[in-house]
């Protein structure tokens, strides 16, 4: 919703100031200009991306026009599961959550926390190292360092669309100004053609110039950041995840493993130590 505002702003502040000025708005239509630009850039970042980028970069982009799913709540959530599964290893030992890690779908614990069994990379990654746990074959600094390299590995991942939008949104400037070149050459052919005429010509070819640049930093480039950001938000879940498990691991009981976990959450979504408590002992009582 923010990205639609955001979009909105710019094209009144761009096209209003020009009206108010005293231009025509009429003057800034050029479609050939558009299709200059806008081809150009396509090709480039089909040339410039793997299958597999392009892929991963349409398939994020329609997440840039959704809110953030990783809010104050689903945190809450994760925290309060992650809890019930420690709580329930520390009463009744590891081999009790076996068959809630083999099959989380049909686990009652699972069940009670919709928000996070939905997310099945937040599942998964909990499930695999709780696997570990369970098998007792690795210590918690093999863990930490296993831990480490795949949300390493995921970051990595999560930042190939964001790079592939930077790169497209850094070439348009450069597409604009070869449709402005392209529009001088058309004007320089024309040059016999009256003044008036020729003004309109000189007119377009300012207008790729224009378009690449105001595409570029008001509607291309912020989807990359926007990109980032959720990257970030996601990474933070596993990392809240890594820091309460190896806290269990190192022998602390179940509601001092949540609260290092709480601690590593940005303060934006950080639920204050009462809340949490309070969140928990609901869940509990359910």
């Not at 309060?80 to 686990?107: F, H, Q, T, W």
């Not at 007792?136 to 991942?157: R, S, V």
């Not at 990392?239 to 190896?246: N, R």
């Amino acid at each position: 919703m923010l990205v639609i505002v955001g979009y909105l702003i710019v094209i009144v502040s761009v096209f209003g100031g020009f009206a108010l000025a005293g231009g025509h708005i009429a003057s800034l239509f050029q479609p050939v200009e558009l299709i200059m630009i806008g081809g150009s850039a396509l090709g480039a970042f089909f040339v410039g991306n793997t299958g597999k980028a392009v892929k991963a970069t349409l398939k994020a982009l329609p997440s840039v026009l959704k809110g953030s799913a990783y809010t104050k709540t689903m945190y809450m959530e994760l925290m309060a599961l992650l809890y019930d599964i420690l709580a329930k290893v520390r009463k009744e030992g590891l081999m009790a959550i076996e068959n809630d890690i083999e099959k989380p779908a049909e686990s009652p614990l699972f069940a009670k926390y919709p928000g996070i069994a939905a997310d099945h990379h937040i599942i998964e990654f909990m499930t695999d190292y709780l696997r570990l746990m369970v098998a007792g074959n690795l210590n918690a600094f093999e863990i930490e360092n296993l831990m480490d390299n795949e949300i390493e590995t995921h970051h990595h991942e999560g930042e190939v669309p964001v790079h592939c939008v930077q790169k497209l949104g850094d070439g348009l400037p450069a597409f604009g100004i070869v449709a402005a070149v392209m529009g001088v050459v058309h004007t320089m052919e024309s040059v016999g053609i009256p003044p008036s005429e020729l003004g309109k010509l000189i007119a377009a070819a300012l207008v790729g110039t224009f378009l690449g640049i105001l595409l570029a930093y008001g509607f291309i480039g912020p989807l990359a950041s926007v990109l980032e950001q959720k990257l970030n938000e996601a990474t933070k879940m596993l990392q809240t995840i890594k820091v309460t498990l190896l806290a269990s691991l190192n022998g602390y009981a179940p509601a001092l493993a949540v609260e290092f976990g709480r601690k590593v959450l940005y303060s934006t979504e950080r639920p204050s130590f009462l809340e949490l408590e309070a969140h928990v002992k609901q869940s509990k009582a359910r």
